[in-house]
């Protein structure tokens, strides 16, 4: 099977940074992309960053210019670099990504159990 595993998540103040990282284990022919989303209470799911096996990323409005994604193809690895955090970036930060299992034909879509972020004011 295939599992996602994030850390890194905690309490910050406003204006700190925090660093999630997501790694992919298990049976993993190819990963096509990896990305965060983030779910607030009372809310809806939101892409925050992806990236694909080529590299190409794409950030939410609400976090370009402060947070970065990359990613490690060796280590099956993905991060979210967040600086400068505002309150309103509080919540659950899930690890995603879309890949071909090795005992399967895919691709298909996992995710991790998520990791909470919270922003102090």
């Known amino acids: 099977q295939v599992q996602l595993v994030e850390s890194g998540g905690g309490l910050v103040q406003a204006g700190g940074s925090l660093r999630l990282s997501c790694a992919a284990s298990g049976s993993i022919f190819s990963i096509n992309a990896m990305g965060w989303y983030r779910q607030a209470p009372g809310k809806q799911r939101e892409l925050v960053a992806a990236i694909t096996s080529g590299n190409s990323t794409n950030y939410a409005n609400s976090v370009k210019g402060r947070f970065t994604i990359s990613r490690d193809n060796a280590k099956n690895t993905v991060y979210l670099q967040m600086n400068s955090l505002k309150p309103e970036d509080t919540a659950v930060y899930y690890c995603?990504?879309?890949?071909?299992?090795?005992?399967?034909?895919?691709?298909?879509?996992?995710w991790g159990q998520g990791t909470q972020v919270t922003v102090s004011s």
């Open positions: 995603n990504a879309v890949l071909n299992p090795g005992f399967v034909r895919g691709p298909y879509t996992y």
